[in-house]
């Protein structure tokens, strides 16, 4: 994350992460690069989103139920995801049977759309998780989109860069019913 090489991070567990999401107390934030992630829990419902089956995702209503609980006991969860156009199926996919529910569970999710090969500039193209804006863990994935190995980063300097990421995503995104107006409920152009 930083030229210098100075940052200071480390590895977390399973556990570790899981009390991350537990354990914070007020925000967590998340910023989304990738246009494609490959996650074993998501196999089954994004071939079933391919083939035009109905809806049909036990975790992401596990998830939406989660932000419920959170919402209810005063927490805020807010993504941005860098979307690239024209949207890979994956995007569509996430849009359209994720963030949908998410919305609907009380999570502000936001869209950043950027033409194919541009970036939004001041922004990173790695995923971080920021909690409470002060427990900053990097999303590390490999160039398929798979999970390798999440961090949590402890240096000063690389969460308040976080949380000025997070200010600017924020700020350039628009929210995702403002986007999905422009869709079907494939997330195909209207």
């Known amino acids: 994350m930083t030229s210098a090489g100075t940052e200071r991070s480390r590895p977390v567990d399973e556990a570790e992460f899981d009390q ?23 196999k089954e419902p994004f071939r079933r989103f391919l083939a035009g089956e109905p809806w049909f995702f036990p975790d992401q209503e596990e998830w939406a139920e989660e932000l419920r609980d959170g919402i209810r006991r005063g ?22 049977w994720a963030y949908r529910p998410n919305v609907a569970a009380g999570e ?35 160039p398929d989109g798979s999970m390798l190995t999440p961090e949590l980063v402890e240096d000063p300097e690389q969460i308040v860069l976080a949380n000025l990421w997070r200010d600017r995503a924020l700020h350039l995104s628009v929210p995702f019913r403002e986007y999905a107006a422009r869709f079907d409920s494939a997330m195909r152009p209207l």
């Open 75 to 96: 927490r805020t969860y807010r993504r941005v995801h860098v979307v690239t156009e024209p949207l890979t199926d994956y995007v569509r996919f996430e849009c359209a």
């Open 108 to 142: 502000d999710v936001r869209i950043l759309p950027v033409a194919e090969g541009d970036w939004p500039e001041g922004l990173p193209r790695f995923d971080y998780w920021l909690f409470d804006s002060s427990r900053l863990l990097r999303m590390n994935y490999a």
């Open 20 to 42: 991350l999401f537990t354990g914070f107390r007020y925000t967590a934030f998340r910023l989304e690069t990738l246009q494609r992630y490959d996650v074993d829990y998501e």
